[in-house]
């Protein structure tokens, strides 16, 4: 079965960081590009952050570049989203997804900023 | 970054066909096409239709997925009462260099 199941979500105070992981499975994971996807309360769906087969290409929408960091581990069929800096609007439900390669989607992991 | 146009909300009769709309431009939609996802309320989106209309396993046939230039579609088939959900179409923007997303289209089946 195909699936991704993220972890790390929690409660942070802003100017705090946390590590998001996604562990992949079901796929040949290195093949991939894989993406983070956020959704804030009652909003629709906002791309994150992207990443090619080997890492060697990152991508991150312009108001968390310079925060967040997306790296993999292929070896462990993992993805991580690194996110320093937090703000309050950075509070949603963070989904791991390879959205055109394996058409997969986790459940998700919240994490919520406090002011 | 610019999304995808997608009409708010579309309603349908019970057992009929609904065909939901994405429009985008030469640097998303129709460079790679769409992907397209469903989301009920309170769950994660799920993603029916991938890279020009691979369905993942357990996907019905009822949905199916299209392109025409800039316009991605999903038609559904034989409308049900579970197909009542919102939908969201994704793709790739080669000038955007990152995933741009529709405002998502909620279904009704009457």
């Known amino acids: 079965e195909v699936q991704v199941v993220e972890s790390g979500g929690g409660l942070v105070q802003a100017g705090g960081s946390l590590r998001l992981s996604c562990a992949a499975s079901?796929?040949?994971?290195?093949?991939?590009?894989m993406s983070w996807v956020r959704q804030a309360p009652g909003k629709g769906l906002e791309w994150v952050a992207t990443i090619n087969e080997d890492g060697s290409k990152k991508f991150h929408v312009d108001s968390v570049r310079g925060r967040f960091t997306i790296f993999r581990d292929n070896a462990k069929n993992s993805l991580f989203l690194q996110m320093d800096g937090l703000r309050a609007e950075d509070t949603a439900v963070y989904y791991c997804?390879?959205?055109f390669g394996a058409g997969c989607w986790g459940q998700g992991t919240l994490v919520t900023v406090s002011s | 970054q610019a999304g995808l146009t997608q009409p708010p909300s579309v309603s349908k009769d019970l057992r009929q066909t609904a065909t939901l709309t994405c429009t985008g431009n030469?640097?998303?939609?129709?460079?790679?096409?769409a992907a397209w996802l469903q989301q009920h309320q309170g769950h994660p989106p799920k993603v029916l239709s991938y890279r020009n209309n691979n369905r993942p396993s357990g996907i019905s046939e009822r949905f199916s997925a299209s392109r025409s230039g800039n316009t991605a579609s999903l038609t559904i088939t034989g409308l049900q009462p579970e197909d009542e959900a919102d939908y969201y179409c994704?793709?790739?923007?080669?000038?955007?260099?990152?995933?741009?997303f529709g405002g998502g289209t909620k279904l009704t089946v009457l």
């Open positions: 994704s793709a790739w923007d080669s000038s955007l260099n990152g995933v741009v």
């Open positions: 079901g796929f040949t994971f290195s093949s991939h590009w």
């Open positions: 997804a390879s959205i």
């Open positions: 030469g640097n998303n939609v129709g460079y790679q096409g």
